[in-house]
C-alpha cells in the first residue's frame, strides 16, 4: 500500500476551495497518518479516531463532510459505528476492509454506506473516491434544496426529510433504499438499465453487479407495500417507476 505523499507534479483536484472535513477512524496508525497526510496535501482538515466507540463520540461533538472508516476495530467495530452515526447525522461514509467478500459490501451498503475499498488500497484511489461521494452528495443537496414532494396516489416522498409515506404512515427505508426509490421517482416513466442505477446510486468506482440491484428492489419493494407495483422490471434491462 502506497501511503506516501503525491508528488506536485502530479494533476489532482485539491479540495482547500471549500476546507472539507474528514474523519479517519482506523487502529492502525501508520494507515491513518498516511491517510491524513494525502488528505491534508489536497485541502482537507482531518480528525483522526482509533476505533468506532471514539468516532461516534466525536461525531456527536462536531460536523464532518466525510468519513473514512475501517471495518475491523477494537471496542466498536466499524459496521455498527456507522449503524449508530446513521441515527444521529446524515454523513457519507467510505468503509475500509481487508475482506473482500461480496457480503461484507453488501451489508456496509444496506447500512447506507457510500463506497466501500478492499485492502490494500492507493490513497490516490480513496481520495478520488471520497471527491466523488463529496460532489454526489453536494449535488444531491442542491436539488433537495430545490425539489418539491411527490405524490403518487397515497404514496409520498419528502426530499427536504429524506421520509416516506404511504396513507399518511410513515414507512422506513434504509439510506442506499431511499436513495434508489428517490432516484426511480426524479426518473419516472424512464427506463433505467441496472448499469445506469450502480453508478449513479452507488456512485463512483462500485464493484458490485445486477444482484446489487436486485436485491434492493426486492426489499424496496416490500416496504412499498400496496405501491409495490410501481417499481415495473424490464426484462433485459432494468427496472422503471410508473408515476
Request: overall charge neutral; aromatic content about 10%; some cysteine.
Amino acid at each position: 500500500m502506497n501511503l506516501g505523499v503525491p508528488s506536485p507534479l502530479i494533476r489532482i483536484e485539491r479540495a482547500d476551495k471549500q476546507m472539507h472535513k474528514m474523519l479517519i477512524v482506523d487502529d492502525e496508525q501508520k494507515l491513518r497518518e498516511g491517510l491524513r497526510d494525502y488528505a491534508e496535501f489536497m485541502g482537507y482538515t482531518v480528525t483522526e479516531s482509533t476505533d468506532g466507540m471514539e468516532a461516534v463520540i466525536k461525531v456527536r461533538e462536531g460536523d464532518f463532510d466525510i468519513i473514512i472508516m475501517d471495518v475491523m476495530m477494537p471496542r466498536l467495530d466499524g459496521f455498527t459505528a456507522c449503524k449508530e452515526i446513521k441515527k444521529l447525522k446524515d454523513i457519507p461514509i467510505l468503509m475500509l476492509s481487508a475482506r473482500s467478500e461480496e457480503y461484507d459490501k453488501l451489508y456496509g451498503f444496506e447500512l447506507g454506506i457510500d463506497d466501500y475499498v478492499a485492502k490494500p488500497f492507493s490513497p490516490k484511489e480513496v481520495l478520488a473516491r471520497v471527491q466523488a461521494i463529496i460532489n454526489r452528495h453536494s449535488k444531491a443537496a442542491a436539488r433537495v434544496a430545490g425539489g418539491n414532494e411527490y405524490s403518487f396516489d397515497g404514496l409520498e416522498i419528502n426530499p427536504s426529510a429524506r421520509s416516506v409515506s404511504i396513507d399518511g404512515e410513515k414507512i422506513v427505508l434504509s439510506p442506499k433504499e431511499y436513495d434508489l426509490l428517490y432516484y426511480l421517482v426524479r426518473h419516472k416513466n424512464i427506463a433505467l438499465s441496472r448499469d445506469q442505477l450502480l453508478s449513479d446510486v452507488w456512485g463512483y468506482g462500485f464493484y458490485g453487479n445486477d444482484r446489487t440491484i436486485d436485491t434492493h428492489i426486492k426489499t424496496l419493494r416490500m416496504n412499498l407495500k400496496n405501491h409495490k407495483w410501481r417499481i415495473v422490471t424490464l426484462r433485459g434491462v432494468g427496472y422503471r417507476f410508473e408515476g
